[in-house]
């Protein structure tokens, strides 16, 4: 329970962004995860990118399902509208709201039990349909809120805590979001808020359905030797494949969606009219070719490394909103001179219909 | 020719026929033009499609009730039968009235035994005609229920032209079809003539006399329906799963939105449609957008609705407006997928775990499909719950004569309590559960709303009156009390009931609601022919208001007229309203085909004899 209150006081000197907005009005209420909860990092790394990007806190809507990862929205963004759905069907919510309001930024947040096992569905059909979003889960590979139990996500072979071995084959949400067409997929450590904090910044300014899988070792039930996504063995296993070298926010037109330098760095002009420059740390590895990016990622795993980094980019994004050729304004802003078609084509639909 | 010396029915504008046939054949476009020529000669119908969940090869069967009068239930028994399915019929036959007729294809010749002697037969060698007149073998099935129009046209006395005229209407700008069907008509009604017609044929003694009985009715799909309601209702979002019978909800939606929701000047589409994965994705859609402040809904079926329990729990207790238009259809589990029943009553009303409620409404044809689609979305944004519109196969996928849609152009939606901007910046306290106003209903404020206040976090656990996670028993007491105050609310904003008191004054009442209202017209005027007058209360919704107690208190004994097997309604008023289930006597139709006119007649009929000399029993008056 959130039963702490913060103190409202701060120090004079702290600094505001271009919106007007101290640091810690990202923050939320204190967390109730355990001490040294992976989670609690990835809090701190989305509250450094929405305040670091200028986002205005009330423009981001924060959604999630059920477990330790979904409680967390209550943790930052005190200021944003937030939705603790049910369990495993965060995606369809944050589908229909994004219908209803294309103008506010979707924030989903995922654990691999809600999103992996219970909802695998619906993380597979909205990556499919290219909702404008951030989809973030929260891996830790185990159920957490239930104390200890496997989770689709535990590696074949890895260890739980009670010495029990894991015999099913893990799911690879990113190789599905891959599959599925989702538009921007990258793999974050949340113990690397270095690499982690561009990740969500550059999935911020994306235009269609990014996704970030994010290893964060669960201190309580699965931090042990023989876990496969322990402090430990992330640290000893992380390949970074790509480095996002810098956001420039200033919104300027660039004319292709997306160029190389020297084979080696992308600039890719983001759906927020920021840019991006991407770099690639293998020089076999190209991030905007969705088979190429899959055979590299895969073939990685296999040899037991944790691929990280932005592992795919479609420069020419688009999204759910683009595919059903909605109007721009929030359908929810639409009233009845707009919606209702009145009494005279109605006049004309009963004379159809005699 | 067998039979033309029988008693035969004779009657003018006021029969049933019913047309059997092998789905898939081309048999339902001419049977429907059959039944809108009848229309167009001022004469009401209303038809009724019984078919199989299957694409070819499996009995159809359409019935027609054609009544001057205007009774636009089913009756109840076949005074013709157009078999032209030979796997039913011996059924088929067994189903025609003594003194019916029996209107077959007669290329095989067949035994005296399959025939009835109390029947007139009238055969015809469709097949035969149609192998001579056409190569093409496509052709020479689908004008075959085209010829059969042709002959039943001359031998019912409906005007050849009327039914040219729908053709011209139907293949407007494709004039070969036009040509060819015009032909296949005429042909087989020169064959009636030369050959069925007296004096050489036996004839036939049901006709269609033009009439002026339809007047500025339409004839149209309740799921077409309840979609253009929702249209017209400003609904923005649509999410839904095909199941049989409420496809044809959202695929109704999709053709009026094209034509109806489209920015004039730049194309854009004023509204979003998905075809989720599933119903949970389809509800969880129209809960996030509903929460988002877009009028979203989906349509779906008893097992739909059985998949969106979690969420529809969700939606009562975070308090998000949501619309599910339920077109049920037998069950349990797949049930019956293409018969009808009113059996999602107690699903759908109580649907999910815990203490939950929803509002029901109830249309009895596609007028009030259309009406209740608009109010029920302005109902879910008013009390922020959710609200089913429960239509049924029999008004969702038939076409029914009723009063044309009607429009207020002045109608302003009613968004509920939402705080703005403004509001908010005044100063004004938002506690999103707390109740203000006395009436249950809180405020929302929409996400986006303002920079600093009026955010909150919305979840299915517990919280106080400011949105706060609470596992406290007062702050939970608080929160479901004020949700049964809301309901209470509900009562009096929802359709009330629809009161017809007998000619007579009387101590016997009936309940019914629905699909069930045709053949209850009917029923309630051969009743009164018969000397049993009884008080009708047709309800509308659920929660029930103060009048239905009222209603029954004021009544010895009250008959609840339902579709289903476990007298669902009754159970409903029998808990709600803490009514003696002495008092309710079920009236109960529920074999999957649409009730008739002449079962309740019986069934009550049955019953007031089985009173009168039963002792009164004592009942507890609550």
């Known amino acids: 329970m959130t039963y702490i209150a913060k103190p409202r006081l701060h120090h004079p000197s702290l600094t505001r962004n271009k919106v007007g907005y101290l640091r810690r009005d990202y923050e939320g209420k204190v967390s109730t995860l355990c001490a040294g909860c992976g989670h609690d990092s990835i809090s701190a790394a989305i509250i450094q990118a929405a305040w670091e990007m200028d986002i205005e806190p009330h423009r981001v809507a924060k959604l999630s399902g059920i477990g330790c990862s979904s409680k967390t929205p209550d943790y930052f963004l005190g200021a944003s509208h937030g939705f603790n759905t049910v369990h495993g069907r965060m995606p369809s919510v944050l589908t229909g709201a994004a219908l209803a309001n294309r103008e506010l930024l979707y924030l989903g947040v995922s654990g691999d039990g809600d999103s992996a096992s219970i909802g695998l569905g619906q993380f597979a059909h909205a990556m499919r349909r290219g909702v404008r979003m951030v989809y973030i889960v929260e891996n830790n590979g185990v159920y957490g809120l239930t104390k200890g139990q496997f989770s689709a996500t535990a590696d074949r072979g890895s260890k739980s805590k009670k010495g029990v071995l894991n015999s099913d084959n893990p799911v690879d949400l990113v190789g599905m979001a891959l599959q599925l067409g989702a538009t921007y997929v990258a793999r974050g450590f949340s113990g690397d808020k270095t690499q982690l904090v561009p990740l969500i910044k550059g999935a911020i300014g994306h235009g269609g359905a990014a996704f970030i899988d994010v290893i964060s070792p669960c201190v309580a039930f699965n931090n042990h030797p023989g876990s496969t996504r322990s402090y430990d063995y992330v640290r000893e296993h992380n390949e970074a494949v790509s480095r996002i070298d810098f956001i420039d926010l200033a919104k300027e037109a660039v004319a292709e969606p997306g160029t190389w330098k020297d084979g080696e760095v992308l600039e890719l002009a983001q759906a927020d009219g920021s840019r991006m420059r991407l770099r690639k740390l293998h020089a076999d590895y190209d991030p905007t070719d969705r088979v190429g990016a899959l055979t590299h990622v895969q073939a990685l795993q296999a040899q037991g490394e944790v691929p990280t980094g932005l592992l795919f980019v479609d420069p020419q994004a688009r999204d759910l909103h683009a595919a059903l050729g909605t109007v721009p304004t929030a359908l929810n802003l639409l009233d009845e001179k707009t919606l209702c078609p009145g009494s005279e084509a109605l006049a004309r639909i009963n004379a159809s219909l005699r | ?622």
């Not at chain 2, 139907?170 to 004039?175: A, I, M, N, P, V």
């Not at chain 2, 004839?203 to 077409?224: P, S, T, W, Y």
């Not at chain 2, 259809?329 to 009808?340: A, D, H």
């Not at chain 2, 009096?492 to 629905?514: C, H, M, N, S």
Request: hydrophobic content about 40%; charged content about 20%.
């Open chain 2, 1 to 622: 020719m067998k039979g033309t010396t029988l008693n035969r029915i004779e009657a003018v504008n006021d029969f049933v026929v019913k047309f059997a046939n092998v789905n898939g054949s081309g048999s339902a476009s001419a049977n429907e033009l059959f039944a809108k020529a009848v229309l167009r000669m001022g004469v009401p119908v209303s038809p009724r499609n019984i078919f199989p969940s299957n694409i070819q090869g499996l009995p159809t069967w359409y019935e027609v009730r054609v009544s001057e009068r205007g009774w636009l239930g089913r009756r109840g028994g076949i005074d013709m039968m157009v078999a032209m399915n030979p796997q039913t019929w011996d059924q088929d036959v067994k189903e025609i009235e003594p003194g019916g007729y029996l209107f077959y294809d007669s290329t095989k010749p067949l035994p005296d035994s399959a025939f009835r002697k109390d029947i007139t037969v009238i055969g015809m060698p469709v097949t035969a005609i149609c192998n001579a007149t056409y190569e093409d073998p496509r052709q020479r099935t689908l004008f075959k229920n085209i010829m059969v129009l042709g002959a039943l046209a001359v031998l019912m006395d409906v005007d050849t032209a009327v039914i040219e005229r729908l053709f011209s209407e139907q293949y407007k700008g494709k004039e070969r079809l036009l040509e060819s069907n015009v032909r296949a008509l005429q042909s087989g009604a020169s064959f009636a003539r030369e050959h069925l017609a007296p004096p050489v044929g036996p004839g036939m003694g049901l006709k269609v006399r033009r009439a002026d009985a339809v007047g500025d009715r339409i004839f149209v799909e309740g799921n077409a329906a309840a979609a253009l309601g929702c249209v017209y209702g400003g609904a923005t979002v649509c999410a839904w799963y095909p199941i049989t019978p409420s496809s044809s909800v959202a695929e109704a939606f999709i053709s009026y939105c094209k034509k109806l929701r489209h920015d004039p000047e730049t194309g854009a589409a004023n509204y979003a449609i998905v075809q989720a994965e599933d119903e949970i994705a389809s509800i969880g859609m129209v809960v996030g957008a509903g929460w988002n402040g877009a009028r979203a809904f989906t349509a779906t079926s008893g097992p739909g609705v059985s998949l969106m329990t979690e969420f529809i729990g969700l939606a009562y207790f975070a308090e998000i407006p949501v619309t599910i238009i339920n077109v049920q259809r037998g069950g349990p589990s797949t049930g019956m997928p293409t018969r009808t029943q009113q059996a999602d009553l107690l699903s759908s009303a109580y649907a999910s775990h815990g203490d939950t409620k929803h509002v029901l409404l109830l249309p009895e044809d596609p007028r009030e499909c259309f009406e209740f689609a608009a109010t029920a979305l302005d109902l879910a944004d008013r009390l922020q719950t959710p609200v089913f519109v429960m239509s049924d196969l029999d008004i969702g996928m038939n076409q029914r004569l009723c009063r044309p849609f009607h429009w207020d152009d002045a109608r302003v939606y009613d968004r509920g309590k939402v705080m703005t901007a403004e509001e908010l910046e005044a100063g004004r306290d938002f506690g999103r559960y707390k109740d203000v106003d006395g009436d249950g209903i809180p405020w929302r404020t929409l996400p986006g709303t303002h920079p600093t206040k009026g955010s909150y976090f919305t979840r299915g656990t517990t919280r106080n009156a400011y949105a706060a996670y609470s596992e406290a028993g007062p702050d939970y007491l608080y929160n479901v009390q004020r949700l049964l105050k809301k309901f209470a609310t509900a009562a009096d904003i929802v359709p009330q009931p629809e009161l017809r008191p007998a000619a007579k004054k009387t101590r016997l009442g009936v309940i019914y609601f629905g699909s069930t209202a045709p053949a209850m017209d009917e029923a309630l005027t051969s009743l009164a022919d018969a000397g049993i007058h009884l008080d009708a209360m047709r309800l509308k919704a659920f929660p029930f208001p103060d009048s239905v107690h009222e209603f029954i208190a004021g009544h010895d004994h009250v008959f609840v007229v339902e579709q289903n097997r476990d007298a669902q309604m009754r159970a409903m008023l029998i808990n709600e309203l803490e009514i003696d289930p002495a008092w309710l006597i079920k009236v109960l139709h529920y074999d999957g085909t649409p009730i008739t006119a002449r079962f309740i007649t019986e069934a009550i009929t049955k019953h007031v004899h089985a009173l009168a000399v039963a002792p009164r029993r004592e009942r507890i008056v609550s």
